[in-house]
């Protein structure tokens, strides 16, 4: 059965350090992968996705995300992490035709 | 450019009663849905509708129906409210039947249910 993993719950990073949130995911087929964004009191944004071609992915807000087959991954990074990037991430991955699954999230504290 | 919105943003209920949660696009998507969302489970579907007139279950459909209005409208009841559905409820849609388009989310719903 597909299923998307994300292994940290909670990450706590200070300003201005790196980020890496893990992603992992189960898949038959090629998959659709994404990464959303959801601030506290708020729906879901998307940062990134990858359908295929160039295995590194840009998104928004200095985002990136590599997808590696043989790992079965789909991590995002930021080089730099800002107050603001505060927030839970997800990582979900589009299953069939209609259906997407989604981790169960990475609440990520940014300390200052 | 309101995307998608829904309606009410919080409500308390008492177990038993019945309420519907509205939802509406205005980005002409084809394809809606309703998720839950609880703390550690992540988003977990309910219910989808993949066009206009079609409606199918998705993980947890089991205490929920839902009613595709039209193309811009999907809304979800509870007919028997529990403390069980006590979660935050989001409406979602995407253009169309492709499993790469991004889905837009509406803000949310928090429902309690005592």
């Known amino acids: 059965a597909q299923s998307v993993t994300q292994p940290d719950i909670h990450i706590t990073v200070s300003e201005g350090a790196s980020l890496e949130l893990r992603c992992n995911y189960s898949y038959g087929a090629t998959p659709y992968l994404f990464w959303y964004v959801q601030s506290p009191g708020q729906g879901l944004q998307l940062l990134l996705k990858?359908?295929?071609?160039?295995?590194l992915v840009q998104g928004i807000k200095g985002f990136e995300a590599e997808f590696k087959r043989s790992q079965s991954s789909f991590n995002l990074r930021k080089p730099s992490v800002h107050w603001s990037d505060a927030a839970e991430y997800f990582c979900?991955?589009?299953?069939?035709?209609?259906?997407?699954?989604f981790g169960t999230g990475t609440r990520l504290k940014v300390l200052a | 450019n309101a995307g998608v919105t829904q309606t009410p943003k919080f409500q308390v209920l008492k177990t038993g009663q019945s309420m519907t949660l509205q939802c509406a696009q205005d980005?002409?998507?084809?394809?809606m849905y309703w998720y839950r969302q609880d703390p550690g489970m992540g988003l977990r579907l309910i219910y989808y509708?993949?066009?206009?007139?079609?409606?199918d279950k998705g993980e947890v459909p089991n205490g929920y129906n839902v009613s595709r209005l039209n193309k811009r409208e999907f809304s979800l009841r509870l007919e028997s409210a529990a403390p069980s559905q006590t979660s935050v409820y989001f409406c979602a849609s995407i253009v169309g039947p492709h499993s790469g388009n991004t889905i837009y989310f509406g803000e949310g719903s928090w429902l309690t249910v005592v």
């Open positions: 980005m002409n998507h084809n394809s």
């Open positions: 990858y359908f295929s071609g160039d295995t």
């Open positions: 979900a991955v589009g299953s069939g035709t209609y259906k997407y699954i």
């Open positions: 509708s993949a066009s206009e007139g079609t409606t």
